[in-house]
Each structure stands twice: as structure tokens, then as C-alpha cells.
């Protein structure tokens, strides 16, 4: 598939009910993004990161890497389970990420569905008609690519790699090519089949500074 003249990346979520998320959460933690959380307000693409580690740290790089938006437009959004879509900047307080914990995502629930439909809709009307959505996110399930799909039809795309990986192996994947400057192939999401076997599994990531 041709690449697009304009692309804009949308990144699935951590999990904001998770492990690392209850511990970052938690009154008596006292390492620093805790803290910070707590004090003040920290950007949702840190928190994310702090949460998923490889995964979201690999869509976001990836997202950096490669978004190309039309002019007055964020390249990276981060889809949330009750705040529709966010860029990667928008700063969350403790209250803000608790509520967010407490909604699930699941297409069959408005809480989530609403917003995010609501931010689909607003994008879909600014950014032109030659500008791919690439979701980063997982395409097997009904959650993300059910309410995207159906407002921006074919021009919802995913990286064709992501097929029969986990989200360690995306992760890793994407980080792989942030480094190279190497950008994935996508395929719609409509159209496409979503499963598949497992690949190969990928060499070791490159450290920093080797």
C-alpha cells in the first residue's frame, strides 16, 4: 500500500486498572511520577509509558517518528476509555487518571464509546481527505476498530506486522523502527484479516549509545 501524503497516528491506551497503574495510583508511593501525580499533573503520554512500559513507549516513539498531519493538526492521539481522544501533551491529575481507571474499554459501554466517537467525528471533518488514521493498537478485538472503522472507513489503517503479535513484540517492533527511520506497511482495517500466526521472533533491541 502507497503511503499517504498526510498520517496521523491513533495509540491505544494503557491500562489504567492495571498493576503498575494501582501502584502509581497509590497514597503511599513515593517515587517521583507518583509524587508528581499526586502534587500537580503529569502529561498522559508519560503516564502511559510509566504504565505499559515497552508497549506504549514503542507507539509513541513510533508516532514521533513518523506522523506527517495536515497543517494545524496533532500527528498522535491517544485514545482513552472516557476522554475520547487526547494528545500525547494533555496533563492529568490524580481525580482525572482515577476516573479514567474506572471505565472499561469496551465498545458496548457509552462511557467509552461516546467520547471517542465524538473526537473521531471532529477529526474525520478537519483532516483532509489524503490523510491515513493508522491505529497502533489491537486489531483483533471489536474495541478500537469497530467505533474507528465506522467513521473513517478505509482510511483506518494498521501496520500489516502487527498481525499474530503480542503487544510486547509490537512494542519492541516499532521501537525497532523509530531507531532505523524505517516506517511499517499499513493495510486497512475494514478489509483486512486481523489474525494470524505467530512471526519470527525479532532480534535483540539495540541499546542506546551501542
Not at 499533573?41 to 514521533?64: H, N, T
Not at 491517544?78 to 482515577?98: H, K, Y
Amino acid at each position: 500500500m502507497a503511503l499517504a501524503r498526510y498520517r496521523i497516528f491513533l495509540l491505544s491506551p494503557a491500562n489504567a486498572a492495571g498493576v503498575r497503574a494501582q501502584r502509581l495510583m497509590h497514597e503511599s508511593a513515593m517515587f517521583d511520577l507518583a509524587v508528581r501525580l499526586r502534587c500537580q499533573s503529569v502529561p498522559i503520554g508519560e503516564l502511559f509509558s510509566f504504565m505499559s512500559g515497552l508497549y506504549f513507549r514503542g507507539k509513541l516513539a513510533y508516532a514521533e517518528a513518523f506522523a506527517a498531519p495536515p497543517p494545524g493538526v496533532s500527528g498522535t492521539y491517544v485514545i482513552t476509555a472516557a476522554g475520547g481522544l487526547l494528545i500525547p501533551q494533555t496533563p492529568l491529575t490524580l481525580e482525572s487518571l482515577r476516573q479514567l481507571a474506572a471505565v472499561p474499554i469496551d465498545a458496548a459501554d457509552a462511557r467509552y464509546r461516546m467520547p471517542l466517537e465524538r473526537d473521531a467525528q471532529a477529526l474525520h471533518g478537519i483532516a483532509l481527505g489524503g490523510c491515513e488514521i493508522v491505529l497502533l493498537g489491537s486489531i483483533a478485538e471489536a474495541k478500537y476498530i469497530q467505533p474507528l472503522v465506522a467513521i473513517f472507513g478505509d482510511r483506518l489503517v494498521f501496520p500489516a506486522e502487527f498481525v499474530g503479535r503480542g503487544d510486547m513484540s509490537r512494542g519492541g517492533l516499532m521501537l525497532r523502527c523509530a531507531q532505523a527511520g524505517t516506517e511499517l506497511e499499513y493495510i486497512p482495517a475494514q478489509s483486512a484479516t486481523r489474525r494470524g500466526a505467530r512471526p519470527p521472533k525479532l532480534p535483540q533491541l539495540r541499546k542506546r549509545g551501542d
